[in-house]
């Protein structure tokens, strides 16, 4: 990855003749500029919906499930496939508001000088009313620069295309921790394999160190039950009780890759020239019934926790809810899983007088 530039041309349309530049706070490089911000995000929200028909492009609040699946599929084509590498260096991020209306969110990379070098953060304009920055479990997210520099290197991506794969990587679902090697590391599915980011944590912040894959992995270590991380808006979080999914079997599945040293895939074939953005957004509706969507389809934030993170329901699926220590309870009556979880629940969020606990 490329050091962020001061300025460049911004590419639009709706916006010609206009450079992006990048705002200095003391130590801090932050691009695009904040007062840049609604500007830049208005003109590719314009550019983003005037492909779209208006039945999508006019989703609110109001919308059913079935509407916000197809916007947040819209903007998910648009951010990740059409604009996952631009001349600007822009950065791109579907992102469901609290209403969970899809928004194409412009990504502000801040970047702090420090003596161990650069650290980097993201936060995600999405409009005047929808400026975030999720938080993991109640601590910041951010990235040592050694974290983008070897995942760009080993990681298979097309040219220009690393940081915004590695923001759906973090960005795109819950964290589960694992001890690799002598560290304890965030593990992250990417099929059919595996990358894994060592950390340092502060009573605030996760600090992602660096990016392996089961190339540079030697050992790995599952643990009953698994610290699961979810992504959130807000500063506040409590552990939910109630799960969308299994996380043991996850953890075990990440654990198998790793055992067969799965290795990453190449990197995304050339869209073919026809399959451009106007396209695409004509045919989302076809598209999203044959996935077997339709009326009575649902939006949910994953694990009823309002994030960055979503998942779809077909018409007709009930939805999931998995408690996990009863679950541990019914297959595994020995142990006290009571207090396991409890323990575990502990560990997960940021420490409050009388939890000190670390990892």
Same mark, same amino acid.
């Given at each position: 990855?490329? %050091?962020?530039?001061?300025? !460049?041309?911004?590419?639009?349309?709706? @916006? %010609?003749?206009?450079?992006?530049?990048? $705002?200095?706070?003391?130590?801090? =490089?932050?691009?695009? =500029?904040?007062?840049?911000?609604?500007?830049?995000?208005?003109?590719?929200?314009?550019?983003? *919906?005037?492909?779209?028909?208006?039945?999508?492009?006019?989703?609110?609040?109001? &919308?059913?499930?079935?509407?916000?699946?197809?916007? *947040? =599929?819209?903007?998910?084509?648009?951010?990740?496939?059409?604009?996952?590498?631009? %001349?600007?260096?822009?950065?791109?991020?579907?992102?469901?508001?609290?209403?969970?209306?899809?928004?194409?969110?412009?990504?502000?990379?801040?970047?702090?000088?420090?003596?161990?070098?650069?650290?980097?953060?993201? *936060?995600?304009?999405?409009?005047?009313?929808f400026f975030t920055e999720p938080k993991l479990s109640g601590r910041?997210?951010?990235?040592?620069?050694?974290?983008?520099?070897?995942?760009?290197?080993?990681? +298979?991506?097309?040219?220009?295309?690393?940081?915004? @794969?590695?923001?759906?990587?973090?960005?795109?679902?819950?964290?589960?921790?694992?001890?690799?090697? %002598?560290?304890?590391?965030?593990?992250?599915?990417?099929?059919?394999?595996? !990358?894994? #980011?060592?950390?340092?944590?502060? /009573?605030?912040?996760?600090?992602?160190?660096?990016?392996?894959?089961?190339?540079?992995?030697n050992t790995m270590e599952q643990e009953m039950p698994p610290l699961? #991380?979810?992504?959130?808006?807000? /500063?506040?979080?409590?552990?939910?009780?109630?799960?969308h999914w299994y996380p043991t079997k996850l953890m075990a599945d990440?654990?198998?890759?790793?055992?067969?040293?799965?290795?990453?895939? +190449?990197?995304? $074939?050339?869209?073919?020239?026809?399959?451009?953005?106007?396209?695409?957004?004509?045919?989302?509706?076809?598209?999203?019934?044959?996935?077997? =969507? &339709?009326?009575?389809?649902?939006?949910?934030?994953?694990?009823?926790?309002?994030?960055?993170?979503?998942?779809?329901? *077909? +018409? &007709?699926?009930? $939805?999931?809810?998995?408690?996990?220590?009863? #679950?541990?309870?019914?297959?595994?009556? &020995?142990?006290?899983?009571?207090?396991?979880?409890?323990?575990?629940?502990?560990?997960?969020?940021?420490?409050?007088?009388?939890?000190?606990?670390?990892?």
């Amino acid at each position: 990855m490329n %050091p962020l530039p001061k300025h !460049v041309p911004f590419q639009s349309a709706f @916006r %010609p003749d206009f450079e992006v530049v990048e $705002e200095r706070q003391g130590n801090l =490089h932050l691009f695009p =500029h904040t007062d840049q911000l609604p500007r830049l995000q208005r003109a590719l929200n314009l550019e983003f *919906k005037n492909a779209l028909p208006g039945h999508i492009a006019r989703v609110d609040k109001r &919308g059913d499930g079935f509407h916000k699946i197809l916007l *947040k =599929h819209a903007c998910l084509d648009f951010c990740s496939f059409f604009n996952a590498a631009r %001349p600007d260096r822009l950065l791109l991020f579907a992102l469901p508001d609290l209403d969970l209306v899809s928004r194409v969110a412009v990504v502000q990379q801040i970047t702090e000088e420090t003596r161990q070098g650069p650290l980097h953060w993201f *936060k995600f304009y999405g409009g005047p009313d929808f400026f975030t920055e999720p938080k993991l479990s109640g601590r910041r997210l951010k990235f040592a620069d050694h974290v983008l520099q070897r995942y760009s290197t080993r990681v +298979p991506n097309n040219v220009g295309e690393d940081c915004s @794969r590695l923001l759906l990587v973090i960005f795109g679902g819950p964290q589960i921790m694992l001890r690799v090697g %002598p560290e304890r590391a965030f593990v992250a599915s990417y099929d059919p394999s595996l !990358v894994a #980011f060592p950390f340092k944590v502060t /009573d605030t912040e996760f600090i992602l160190t660096t990016c392996l894959t089961v190339n540079e992995i030697n050992t790995m270590e599952q643990e009953m039950p698994p610290l699961v #991380f979810n992504l959130h808006y807000g /500063d506040s979080f409590t552990v939910p009780r109630l799960r969308h999914w299994y996380p043991t079997k996850l953890m075990a599945d990440l654990y198998t890759r790793w055992e067969r040293k799965a290795q990453l895939p +190449p990197p995304p $074939e050339a869209l073919p020239p026809r399959l451009n953005w106007h396209w695409v957004a004509a045919h989302l509706t076809d598209l999203q019934k044959v996935r077997g =969507h &339709g009326p009575g389809s649902q939006l949910l934030f994953w694990d009823r926790v309002p994030g960055p993170c979503t998942f779809d329901l *077909k +018409p &007709g699926e009930a $939805e999931p809810q998995l408690d996990e220590c009863e #679950f541990y309870r019914q297959a595994s009556p &020995g142990p006290d899983w009571v207090k396991a979880f409890a323990a575990r629940d502990q560990a997960i969020v940021p420490p409050t007088p009388g939890n000190d606990c670390k990892y």
